[in-house]
């Protein structure tokens, strides 16, 4: 299974109950009393944000009150998934140097953020990426493409964060049985649609801020004790690790987990692309830059979430070498055989062992990080999708913009709940499945159909409607056919079908050749049509985009 499966399933593999179980069933009232304080915490933010909303501009973009920093805060929130945390530990824990690729991946994936799409947009938009797409083309059917491709993006990264929450919280508090996880699931998809349907972007950030907050202090935590463990010398850690992995130096050179063949090396380069190019395109990021108020503001935020979430990757170096040197390869592999338990091993390990009160408690406080890590980027994810159902396709192509702010914000608090239960919905019946093809095709789309198009938009003369519906569907379509025939949903043991073989797309990502597709078409589709595009429009645009003459 790629990182990819990792970076947004990784918290469902946490349904292995082994160790830790142990662990959190022994001090189970603390971990629901930290579950419990989060919940309420979070909740009264979400009541204060709600009473300070009082316009489409509140609900969409909290005011554009944010400071740079804590925008940045609130998007190193949303960009820090429990997955990533856990995911990222364990990709490491067991596969060395290869598995770190990964954290260096999420961090470069920023700076094609910053160069290209931060200022731009937040000075070209209003509150959502369609905002950019249609400003010089006709609405309806770009606002369509885009309002499509935000809701299935969103969706399946809902789905995947979903299921880990359930099984999360199932776990630690010691419920057990399908019946038990699926109330769970509703339970926490219940509570995103109260965070966003209350509280809207003011309430969603404030809560991406505290999130942000616990889990860069508890993964500070758990490097300083792993450092303190080798008297805080870097190379101790290293060869401790590679010794106990059992492949001695090969675990600290490339190779390890991809490689092997050239099939291995091609998908590695397809994720590579679907990580760089695909988060300045997912839709619960792009919404962040329109909560500050200048330009200059959102370069700041992106600036600060840089450096926030280059800390946070360094730091998973620390968590995974340290769980492969003091936990060992063959328990993480017990506990889970994707490694994706290796962090809340190494926290049970380090607070002093299976059995012990320290273990059990800190155990216990990594948990309700990664519950809270969960929920944050859950509601985040609700609002962007809701966001893009009221603002683009019921306000603009449904009634042809003929609408109030207030029946705006109605039509989005009830696209959240809708939203919400066909997440709910899908992740009942998703719970024991492998969550990869979910996650590579809400990358793959961003990626694919979003990046394009925007690009397209922003700093190409002649695109024009055709252009960026040919891009967006190709995009979308190309994903989701590559995925489906891919290994990921049938022929193996992972797969979503491990039991059917109908796969002849070989890479686990289709990043490598749905991205192209989705630029190819973009392009074609201009040049073929034989609409013109208007260049005083694209003039006006490009002022504002580069300037922020005019923008909102």
Known sequence: MTLLASHAASAVALADPLTLAAGATEHRGLTMTLFGLFVLATLGITVWAGRQTKDAADFYAGGRSFSGFQNGLAISGDYMSAASFLGIAG?????????????????????????????????????????????????????????????????????????????LVALLLGVSGDSAKRWTIVAVGALMVVY?????????????????????AGTALMTVLVLAKYNFNISALLGAA????????????????????????????????????GTAGLPHILVRFYTVPTAKAARKSVLWAIGIIGGFYLMTLALGFGAAALVGPKAIKAANAAGNTAA?????????????TGGAVLLAVISAVAFATILAVVAGLTLASSASFAHDL???????????????????????????????????????????????????????A????????????RFNTAGAVSSVYAGLISSVVLVAFSPVVSGGKNSLFPHSDFQWFPLENPGLVSIPVGF????????????????????ELEVRSLTGLGAH
Not at 131 to 152: C, K, N
């Open 91 to 167: 990709a490491i824990a067991l596969f060395g140097y290869d598995g770190f690729l990964y954290s260096i991946g999420f961090l470069v994936a920023w700076l094609v953020a910053l160069l290209l799409v931060a200022e731009p947009l937040r000075n070209a938009g209003r509150y959502t990426m369609a905002d950019v797409l249609a400003f010089r083309m006709r609405q309806r059917p770009v606002r369509t493409a885009a309002g499509i491709s935000t809701i299935v993006v969103s969706i399946f990264y809902l789905l995947a964060q979903m299921v880990g929450a359930g099984t």
């Open 196 to 216: 966003v349907a209350i509280g809207g972007m003011k309430g969603t950030t404030w809560v991406q801020i505290v999130k942000a907050v616990l889990l860069i």
């Open 242 to 277: 590679a010794d106990a992995s059992g492949k001695a130096n090969a675990f600290l050179e490339p190779g390890l987990k991809y490689g092997a063949t050239g099939t291995s090396k091609l998908d590695f380069i397809s994720l590579g692309l679907a990580l760089v190019l």
């Open 344 to 356: 809340p091993q190494l926290a049970e390990t380090l607070g002093g062992g299976s059995g012990t």
């Open 394 to 448: 019921y306000a603009n192509v449904i009634r042809r913009g003929k609408v109030t702010e207030r029946e705006e914000v109605h039509a989005a608090k009830w696209a959240a709940a809708a939203i919400g239960a066909v997440a709910i919905v899908l992740s009942l019946f998703a719970d024991k499945l492998n969550t990869a093809a979910l996650v590579a095709l809400a990358f793959a789309v961003a990626a694919s």
């Open 450 to 461: 979003n990046l394009p198009t925007l690009l397209f938009s922003l700093f190409w003369k």
């Open 520 to 539: 190819l078409a973009g392009w074609i589709g201009t040049v073929l049509s034989r609409e013109p595009a208007d260049p005083a429009k694209y003039a």
